[in-house]
Nanobody, 122 residues
């Protein structure tokens, strides 16, 4: 069992930046970020594997960057050029295996954090 705790959410104006963190209670091979806005389905933001390989949703490519500190068991999400449509609850997730093809729905991730709210105003 791995526990995940997100932090770093908040309110920011469009064009601004935020950095989310996710502290894991143990080592995880595959970790990722997902988000869910009210009335919308959960969507994948991006994932990172053990050796730094990443995959991103098209909607955030070039704006968001996922990184991982394996020594600290901590995952990060640097979000730049934020848009109002980025407003959502952001969750980190982890699993022993990365499915690089079908990760977007999040159904293949075993462990989840409680989420941190990101609000972007225009």
């Amino acid at each position: 069992q791995v526990q995940l705790v997100e932090s770093g959410g908040g309110s920011v104006q469009a064009g601004g930046s935020l950095r989310l963190s996710c502290a894991a209670s143990g080592y995880t091979y595959c970790t990722g970020w997902f988000r869910q806005a009210p009335g919308s389905e959960r969507e994948g933001v991006g994932i990172i594997g053990n050796y730094g390989r990443t995959s991103y949703a098209d909607s955030v490519k070039g704006r968001f960057t996922i990184s991982k500190d394996n020594a600290k068991n901590t995952l990060y999400l640097q979000m730049n050029s934020l848009k109002p449509e980025d407003t959502a609850m952001y969750y980190c997730a982890a699993d022993p295996v990365c499915n690089w093809v079908k990760w977007g729905s999040g159904t293949r991730f075993r462990w989840w954090g409680q989420g941190t709210q990101v609000t972007v105003s225009s």
